[in-house]
Structure formats: C-alpha cells, structure tokens
C-alpha cells in the first residue's frame, strides 16, 4: 500500500535526534554495565543512591532545608530500595544490617560540602537466575565528608534482587582504594 497523503515517509527530524540520543545513552550505559534491562535498571539504582546520599549528607538540592516531616518521608521512601536480609561491608570489614542504615537518618544536611560520583558500573545477571539475581561492581569517590579523609575511594561489589520488577539491594561489600589509585584520581571532576 502507498503511504496515507498526508504522512511522510520521513521520519520526523526530531524523532532522529531522539533515536541519536537514546542510542548514544544506551552505548554509554552498555559500556559500564550489561545491556539487559535489568543491567541498565541497577546501573541507574546505584547512581540513584548516591545521589541520595549526596543530598542527604550536604542538605542540598531536592534535600534543601526540608521539614522534620518530609526528612521522614524522603528517609522511609529511601530504606525501601533495601531488602529485608540486606547486609553491608565497610570498608574496614564491619559487617553491618539493614538496621545500620536507620543511622543515616539522623546525619541530614551534616556535611555541606559533601560530594560522591560512582564511576565503573558493571553490573550483569547472574546466569541461570533470568535477571532475578543481579551482581557487579563500582568505584565510588567521595570529597568534603566530615567524619572521614577529604578525598576517598571504594571499590563496590553489589548483589541485587529483582523481584516483581523491583530491585533492592541486596548485598554491599566495599573495600578501600588503593592509595596510588586515588593520587591519580582528579576528585575535581566531583561536583
């Protein structure tokens, strides 16, 4: 059949600028992580975190000069991308609970000059779980953080579980980064 008059046979110039984009964000997330869906969704999930706990921290951006009532919410909305049985690692090899993050709360808008990028992302499924199971790593950098050194890095291993289309953390193991590492880390790329 010949095309309806009045549509192109184009597609619109617009809709190619988009399809430009949508394929240059997709080859830059494929870079750091898995293509699968699920790969993509954690990638974003762990940049989504830190960008949280940026703003928490640093009391700033959506987090600037919240009420004791949207603290509590904006705190119990973020504990939910964590499942029940999850567990942490500190970098100093403390083993700590989902209960461990409760503390977090009390830390709103307690370093203002705090700043974290995450950086490396590569996250896939783990086979035979058909993207139920997700695992990979991540470096993370931080600056401006009161309770530690200026200028810090993590080297993050990660578990999600995907359940009923949504992940959660599972399981956060961090160790610290080697010392010749973060001198040649530019941590003014942190903003």
């Known amino acids: 059949f010949p095309p309806h008059p009045t549509h ?3 597609p619109h110039p617009l809709d190619a600028s988009r399809r430009r984009r949508t394929r240059r964000y997709a080859k830059s997330m494929s870079s750091r992580t898995g293509t699968s869906k699920e790969s993509l969704a954690a990638a974003r999930e762990v940049e989504a975190v830190h960008v949280f706990f940026t703003g928490w921290f ?5 987090f600037k000069a ?4 949207d603290q509590k919410e904006k705190f119990d909305k973020f504990l939910t991308r964590f ?5 942490y690692v500190l970098p100093g090899g403390k083993l700590k609970r989902k209960r461990y993050l409760e503390g977090i709360r009390e830390a709103y808008a307690c370093s203002p000059d705090f700043r974290i990028k995450v950086e490396d992302i ?11 199971i997700l695992s990979g790593t991540y470096c993370e950098y931080q600056t401006g953080a009161k309770k530690s050194a200026n200028n810090n890095g993590r080297r993050s291993t990660v578990v999600f579980m ?3 289309k949504k992940l959660t953390w599972y ?3 961090e160790t610290w980064m080697p010392e010749d590492e973060l001198q040649s880390y530019d941590f003014s790329k942190i903003k």
């Open 122 to 132: 590569k996250i896939v499924s783990v086979p035979g779980t058909e993207g139920k």
């Open 162 to 164: 995907n359940q009923n």
């Open 8 to 10: 192109t046979t184009y």
């Open 171 to 173: 399981r956060l193991h």
């Open 58 to 62: 640093s009391g700033t951006g959506e």
């Open 66 to 69: 919240l009420s004791k009532t």
């Open 83 to 87: 499942h029940d049985d999850f567990s």
